[in-house]
């Protein structure tokens, strides 16, 4: 069973999953034309531009709701099972970056923190670490202009700390503030939802959590193709950690709404079936319980 862990707790882990990402943005299956990596990236865009129902601009398929932490766990465990396979290492689990210890730094050593020694910093492209090279081009990207996926041949971006919507990494206050939030998600099942832990996690509830991460890390980090930047998993990879925690203390099927409560939404349900990367997709019951699947150190 796999074990995720921080980071920064191993040289070695950290070795595995920058190895695993470049062998992934490789890989080109037959007869395909994108890469293994670049398959999840079209997936999450996908999964974005899903609204649910179609009039309901602020909510999709993966985002905005209530199936926002199953649906990121399905993806985690599905690109973990990649992983393990090109590292031929069954037990291999995907780390996680604690961005609430960085938040608790200054603006100026949160832009230099350790974790961007390992992916290296901020650049428009980023021109150090493992992934500035030749070996990792970005492919495919959100047009901002159409919302459409084009096809592109450039370097990875970021902008660690320059937006003014996000000059700070959330700290260990404001993730506490979400784990004491009792109920998971509340009516009307969205951005506006209130004593949500799920909004609150999401980041759509001040102070923001999920969601400033991503714009604080900003470039590619900002876009539906989010996953670009191996930063993404290390992100959603602390989500998951602390949907889990939370589950310790809350009970794992403790998930709203029901399938049949008022106003509940299509594809937020409990049976409704996840937006798919394969034909048989699971459904967002089967997310709630994955202690046979991997644990947090």
Known sequence: MAVRRNILSSAALRQAFITGCLRLKAEIPAGGT???????????????????????GSRNAAHGGPVFLPWHRYMLVLIERNFQRVLNDPNFGLPYWDWATDGQKTPAQQRTAPIWGVLGGSGTPITTGPFSGTQWRVR??????????????????????????????????AARAALLQTIYDTSPWGQTSQSSFRNQLE????????????????????????PNDPAFYLNHCNVDRLWST??????????????????????HRPN?????????????????????????S
């Open 246 to 267: 939370w589950q310790e203390e809350n009970g794992v099927t403790n998930y709203r709404p029901t399938q049949s409560q008022a106003g509940a939404p299509v594809r």
């Open 34 to 56: 994108l890469s293994t990596w670049d398959t999840f990236v079209v997936w999450h865009h996908r999964a974005m531009m899903t609204l649910t129902p179609p009039t309901q």
């Open 203 to 226: 980041g759509w509830s001040p102070p923001g959590l999920h969601n400033r991460v991503h714009v604080w890390v900003g470039g590619d980090m900002l876009l539906s193709t989010s």
């Open 272 to 296: 409704d079936l996840l937006f798919p990367l394969q034909v048989q997709a699971p459904r967002v019951r089967d997310m709630f319980n994955v202690a046979s699947v991997y644990t947090y």
């Open 140 to 173: 495919v990207e959100m047009d901002p202009n159409t919302g459409q996926l084009v096809g592109v041949n450039r370097r990875l971006n970021r902008e660690l700390g320059l937006n003014p919507d996000a000059p700070r990494l959330p700290n260990r206050a």
